[in-house]
């Protein structure tokens, strides 16, 4: 298939639960009609964005005492699940069973140098590949542009349908949301409760098609009056551009009832209630794990769905402070451990071992991307499985501990796309900045400038255009 | 631009130079003053204040705690009323719609909430009850009058509930479908504040638009009736009559809450609930200390704000503070105390560092550990000096350790980043000599005079903007900070920001440094918010920028 050709349609997903029975989900969206841009797939693929916080326990050669590489496998190239396995001291070797899908990519770094507060930054333009417009580099500085997984979302969902915006923290109203933005400065805060994303999900869903018809009529009566309300403040001359903009958003958020004619495939008894058990206790910092699997489940059910083409999971607040627990032991604040020291700043007593914990914590991250690779995979296609549609990206704001720093960032991806992304594969993209990733994923998942051609343009107009080859089947 | 630190306070003059030689600004809060700053026309209510008006709007005794699943907000600066956080999301406009939804039903399901939404008498033509209803609900939903246009236009919703809800009596299912739309209007989820005409770029508000800015200012909801009132015979446009209406609002327990929300989140006391301590360092921690401390300083707010009728250098120095049993085993205290609060008096000999928020245990113990003095030093510089510090670089090795505990933590912080080392222009200048002086407090806040045996120092030199001062423990700092222009001007400051709930900038200058003034002058905090009130920009908005 040619790298950029049409992709055939989606018909049918079939859930394979744990006892084998196998559940119809009739294809829900024609999706063709949402392609704004022609020439793009008929039916186009998804994007998960798993965030990490706080770099990896790659190698620090130059740092003191030198720290040994503890996260990328040894050699580029083939992954199979024997040469993961083997190499356990390395965080990656977790995923060693999803070795035919993975794709991991080294030699991409962030787009935009950092200083100040580098986990803002860091994760600021994660998604978005945008500097931020601050003079100053605090922990408030916003990214000048929107993310892409908005952008895939405004492409390719409902209309008016935002990306599933998730994050299993605990919030400290410092540097809380920090992935999904509207736009330039609009950042969209993240949902921490397993339990409301799932019920907005189900919500759409769970109606009989009488009482579906009875509740869009009257809300198309209320939405009419908010509409002329909107429509009349907007249409006044002496508002300033800030609040347009902000009725804007407004106005365009206001939607319809979508009447759905499928249902979604449930999630299992269990993990339903899971996600009821945890509904108040869902920002307790002691359950992040917890949470983040609830998140997971959550997603795939949307993905599975086609509630949305584009989702995010930021695991810990911006500059993750989880005191994770491995092996039955409780660490120090993550973000102790990630600079190494028992202090959020540069000053404080070493942590024993820091490198190891950090590498643990790499390991439960690499877990909880695991948990998102296995139920994609449970739903099936003609063709293959869910998780062959899209692709899950595993990423990090920073690329390893004390110095913070975003040179070769870790990108662990997994997913084909439908077979425009090269899997079963350890490669080097060369020291390129991370936008032309970016790109690629865009261009994987569907999207196509206005002539047709991949996106190669995402992100802030000063950085240099293009894809990542070796990414590409 | 670069980061080094400039000290700058305040608002950082552009054309300044980077670097500790760099001019400063003879007040706290410095900058261009000009033109009133720019500000929105659509503030949208904070989760919080949604939760009162709601509750306030179906007169119902509590809160309907719906707000939890609500798409939270991103923090934009310490108040969460920041108007640039404040925005209609797609997926936040989906969790009003279901709010309102869910509570239309409830409401009419309730025959005693039902008949409180109700005008007294209501008119038995159909078209003709449902404007009624509209009327008088609408009023209290969009904090003014409906226009005839409007009250045709929710009469005709009203009308729709018979069709709608054809198993409710048409009342009732009416009713159920205005609730529907109000909660879901514009000018219900913003505070809308278009004016009543424009000089310029200078808008001014309508008596209902200044009733709303005063209501949820204070009380964090919407006017009551009586403002409304006031409102509707046009006396609430002049400064006196904005403070006769601020004078009563305060002295509800509305107002009471004020001082706790702007204090909490000025101070940070969120922090107290995740305090956890090691109880084999600290053995008189224990679970729940936090919240504790948290209300320690709440009740201590409202003793010397409401009752005493304090000013900010009170609440920087008065030497008492309200414990129970615990906490006051951890001060040191000497007499009966038990599971409840009551004041307690430092003594000098006994307590002879205590004085004023910053010696409370809260704020002491959520900036404990080796680098205490580190985060109390840029915890103060922030947010009482209103100093201007870069954030830290992101590449520095940690402090060397002390395995032998020769040094004490002072030492190690000097010899990292004090004078003559490459954090000297940051930490020696403003962090570190304002959190040394807090070195006579350990990590749960005790007193302590010695650290690993050796004595503590906790002098310093600060260079404030009269000059350089130097002080020895936190009694003499608080009480230099509390004489000092720049800490009464950067409080006031908050003020101003919460009050606008924007960012500070233009002629809001102005304002600050006139209440600045008076607070160093010892204006009391309640006459400083009944000043600010009746300042002219309370009554006005920039509508400049289309």
Known sequence: MSAFGRRPFRRRLFLTGAAGVTVGLPFLETFATKMARAASPDDPGFVVFMRQGNGCSQAMSFSNPAEPEMFWPRNLGALTAASMAAESDRATSELSTHADKLLMVRGVRGAFSISGCGHARGALQALTAQPTGDSEATNNSLALGESLDNRIARELNPAGRGPLTLAAMRPYNFLDSVLSYRGPNDRRGAQTNPKVAFDDIMGLVNLDESSAQSIAARRQSVNDLVRDQMQTLLTRSDLSSEDRNRLDLHFSAIRDLEIRLAECSPLDAPTVSAINAIDGDHQNGDRVVEVAELHIDVVALALSCGYTHAATLQIGNGNDGTRYRWQGEEFPSYHWISHRIFADGSDGDPIPDAQAKHNAVDRIHARLFGRLLDRLSAYTTETGTLLDKGVCAWINDLSNGPPHSINNLPYVLAGSADGFLRTGAYVDAGDVPHNKLLNTLATAVGLRKANGDPVDDFGHASLEGGLVDPMMS | ?546
């Open chain 2, 1 to 546: 631009m670069l980061f080094g630190c400039n000290g700058m306070i305040g608002d950082a003059d552009p054309n300044g130079e980077v670097g500790t030689s760099a001019p400063r600004c003879g007040r706290s809060v410095c900058g261009a003053t000009g033109e009133l700053a720019a500000g929105s026309a659509f503030p949208r209510l904070t989760h919080a204040q949604w939760e009162n008006s709601v509750r306030d709007l179906l007169r119902l005794a509590a809160t309907p705690n719906l707000s939890g699943s609500f798409e939270p907000d991103t923090r934009l600066s310490f108040f969460d009323n920041n108007v640039r956080a404040l925005r209609v999301s797609s997926d936040l406009w989906g969790n009003y719609q279901a709010a309102a939804e869910t509570l239309a039903e409830a409401a009419t399901a309730d025959a005693t909430v039902l008949a409180g939404l109700l005008p007294s008498e209501l008119p038995s033509d159909t078209v003709e009850r449902g404007r009624a209803i509209a009327r008088d609900l609408g009023r209290r939903a969009y904090r003014r009058p409906l226009s005839n246009e409007e009250l045709d236009a929710h009469g005709a919703v009203f009308e729709q509930g018979a069709t709608y809800f054809p198993d409710m009596d048409p009342l009732d299912g009416g009713v159920r479908m205005l609730l529907e739309a109000f909660l879901q209007s514009p000018h219900f989820v913003y505070r809308v504040e278009l004016g009543n005409g424009q000089n310029g770029d200078i808008v001014q508000l309508g008596d209902f638009e200044i009733a709303s800015r005063l209501s949820y200012m204070i009380w964090n909801t919407m006017p009551d009736d009586e403002l409304l009132d006031a409102a509707q015979r046009d006396e609430l446009n002049t400064a006196e009559q904005i403070a006769v209406q601020a004078a009563r609002l305060l002295d509800d327990p509305r107002g009471e809450a004020m001082l706790e929300r702007f204090h909490a989140q000025l101070f940070n006391w969120d922090l107290y609930g995740d305090l956890s301590k090691d109880p084999l360092e600290f053995p008189l921690s224990y679970g729940g200390a936090g919240d504790d401390m948290y209300e320690e300083a709440r009740f201590f707010v409202e003793r010397v704000v409401l009752e005493e009728d304090g000013n900010l250098a009170e609440l920087l120095t008065a030497p008492y503070t309200f414990v129970n049993a615990d906490l006051a085993a951890i001060y040191g205290l000497e007499g009966a105390f038990d599971d409840t609060f009551s004041r307690a008096s430092f003594s000098s000999a006994q307590q002879p560092e205590r004085g004023g928020l910053l010696t409370q245990l809260g704020f002491l113990a959520s900036h404990g550990g080796l680098t205490a003095s580190v985060r109390r030093g840029v915890f103060i510089n922030h947010r009482v000096l209103c100093t201007e510090l870069p954030p830290p670089p992101d590449a520095l090795p940690p402090i060397p350790a002390d395995n032998g505990m020769t040094m004490t933590s002072r030492e190690r912080i000097e010899m990292h980043t004090g004078p003559g080392t490459c954090g000297a222009s940051c930490h020696g200048t403003f962090i570190n000599p304002v959190g040394f002086a807090f070195e006579g407090f350990d990590g749960l806040g005790q007193y302590r005079t010695e650290e690993f045996g050796m004595p503590v120092d906790a002098s310093a030199t600060f260079e404030f903007s009269d000059g350089p001062v130097s002080f020895d423990g936190a009694k003499q700092f608080n009480d230099t900070i509390a004489a000092r222009i720049e800490t009464h001007d950067c409080y006031t400051k908050h003020w101003v920001e919460y009050a606008f709930g924007r960012d500070t900038a233009g002629s809001d200058l102005d304002l600050i440094q006139d209440l600045g003034d008076a607070s160093l002058d010892g204006l009391s905090v309640k006459a400083l918010i009944l000043r600010l009130v009746q300042s002219e920009e309370f009554r006005v908005r920039n509508g400049g920028g289309s």
